[in-house]
């Protein structure tokens, strides 16, 4: 038989505050670990190098973007997709790297894109507005910016506004 020193009631009061300490500790960490991958604290750090404009299809709020690995993710503030109506223009960098066409209006054989706006502002977009973006898009595999525009403080030039183009 065990013979407890402190007493059954402090033992049970010692277990309780261990137990409640590590539920502190494992919730930090997990909050840690997702904060590092939430907007803008992560965004890629470059100049912009795709500038479009088009109609919104979808808009997501705190959208996941998965990359290859499996710690390997970003959450943005807002993930929309748009229907590509003009390819304003691409860096020459990035146009020896995909496939598009300006007079289809598809970048890598699709004729829709999305943009990953990792702004603090909220935005103020509806469902068929036509909007412009300009940012940093990445012809990878295997990152959770592949194959989107990034809209974020850290990407020089990026933007994302509404109104009335082309005139």
Not at 1 to 25: D, S, T
């Given at each position: ?25 494992a919730y930090a960490i997990n909050q840690e670990l997702v904060s590092e ?131």
């Open positions: 038989m065990i013979n407890w020193h402190l007493g059954k009631r402090n033992v049970f009061l010692v277990v309780a505050v261990a137990i409640v300490a590590i539920i502190v500790l991958h939430v907007y803008p604290r992560d965004t890629i750090h470059e100049n912009s190098n795709l500038w479009i404009r088009g109609t919104v299809a979808s808009i997501e709020e705190n959208h996941k973007s998965q990359g290859l690995a499996i710690n390997n993710y970003h959450i943005f503030r807002f993930y929309v997709q748009l229907n590509i109506t003009e390819i304003v223009w691409i860096s020459n960098d990035l146009a020896d790297w995909i496939a598009f066409s300006a007079k289809n209006n598809t970048i890598n054989n699709q004729s829709s894109i999305g943009i990953g706006y990792d702004n603090p502002n909220d935005l103020q977009l509806l469902i068929g507005q036509t909007v412009e973006c300009k940012g940093y898009y990445l012809p990878v595999t295997d990152t959770p910016y592949s194959f989107i525009i990034t809209v974020a403080p850290r990407v020089n030039g990026s933007y994302m506004t509404t109104g009335m183009y082309g005139i």
